[in-house]
DNA sequence: ACCTGAACACCGTTCAAGT
DNA sequence: ACCTGAACACCGTTCAAGT
């Protein structure tokens, strides 16, 4: 018997999707757990949805769809390029343990395939080959994923090492940055003196990224055009 | 009982673990899988590791071991990342199942930071700030990393598609390839068609998004200088 | 020090049966 | 058409007990 008697849709079920993984995260996402939720078995979720796998993807198409919907295509393709991939983060950000879902996935849902198809479009009067197209449009989509995966994987162990002392992960993580047997000067280590990891996952490190490589894509072309 | 009375240590639950993800792959493997391959039972893993996320760290630790082994650092900074990373990737290749240990894994092993190390050092007479190298480390990391996991993920689904008709996975992804509802042309249609598809996980690609970051990274470097 | 047996608290998924 | 109960074949991990 459900409360207020109501429906089990697709709709609501993605629903309480968003909301599950909102409140638990990926890893301890459950089919049961999300039955719970709806206040159903977990076995009703399978006349709607076929596998864990294909709500997955459902749910990984509708980031792509929302980041189109958002998406204003304005100015010169390097802009149009930096502001789409802005809006991917954006989107990306705003729905819970999205990243993960976006890798996981194979992109074949019909929104991820227009939002590569509009990547695409965008590239498509510079002066180089459709390999290369393919290929910077693989390298922006890859950044924007991994750039709010690490993000999310940083926040996850800063929690987690929290609560512990010198014995606990941090200690150890501590001790190995500082007795880094390296030749030369040890990078890693300054950085963190400098509060640099704290800057992990921060917009100025986006925007760094983004340009870099939009303006490697730039460098192709003008070297196509020779 | 153990065959032959070999001694479980740490180095050959490790060597298990290799042949154990090569031959299943990540998602099927299991600590009860593994101690069958070394014929003890499953608990006694725990001894030796305290988690199957700690033999995952432990994995990935030795890739970046492994690849910082084979570095070798010559000619100007362009050449030596570019190597560099060409010679992580091989190692992914080498190890089954490296790439997704490495991305679900956070570099705090000593191994994995000495390599960062490695890559830092490389861009360290750069003139550009250290937020920037950082975020250059990331971003060629994040690729390689990425680049292996889409290259695994396409196998992966390509076996799953082979034995299926119109009706599976494959006919559904060739419908919404020819459907996609865009405005402008179907750039996506136009390079399946080409058989640029097949070209996902090519040495060729690879090197080509390789080049777009360390051109971008180069032409931070001459933006800063002015 | 190293390993096992039994158990705990879970999974995803199937399927006959209910309404 | 939509949902449930019961079950299957698994997981990771703990822990007292064995040698």
């Given at each position: ?9 697709e709709?609501n ?8 993984l909102?409140?638990?995260?990926i ?8 039955a719970?939720?709806l ?26 769809k ?17 502001d ?25 849902e ?23 197209k ?15 995966l ?15 002392g ?15 047997s ?22 100025n490190?986006?925007?760094?990224g983004?340009?870099?490589?939009i ?12």
């Amino acid at each position: 018997m459900r409360i207020k008697n109501m429906q089990i849709t697709e709709q609501n079920i993605i629903k309480a999707a968003w909301e599950l993984l909102e409140q638990i995260g990926i890893e301890d996402f459950s089919m049961r757990k999300l039955a719970d939720l709806l206040h159903i078995q977990a076995p009703s979720l399978y006349w709607h949805f076929k596998s864990k796998q294909s709500l997955f993807q459902t749910l990984a198409n509708e980031v792509a769809k929302e980041a189109l919907q958002s998406a204003k295509l304005e100015g010169e393709w390097e802009e149009q390029l930096y502001d789409f991939v802005a809006v991917i983060r954006s989107v990306i950000g705003k729905y819970p343990c999205s990243a993960q879902l976006l890798m996981r996935t194979v992109p074949s849902e019909p929104d991820y395939l227009v939002l590569i198809n509009s990547l695409l479009q965008i590239l498509d009067h510079l002066p180089v080959s459709d390999s290369d197209k393919f290929s910077s449009v693989a390298c922006l989509l890859n950044y924007v994923i991994a750039f709010e995966l690490d993000k999310y994987e940083q926040r996850r162990v800063n929690a987690a090492m929290k609560d512990e002392g010198d014995g606990g992960a941090q200690g150890v993580f501590l001790q190995s940055l500082e007795n880094l047997s390296v030749e030369g000067p040890n990078v890693v280590r300054r950085m963190y003196h400098d509060h640099l990891f704290r800057e992990v996952g921060s917009d100025n490190m986006f925007r760094t990224g983004l340009k870099i490589i939009i303006a490697g894509i730039s460098q192709l072309a003008r070297e196509q055009q020779l």
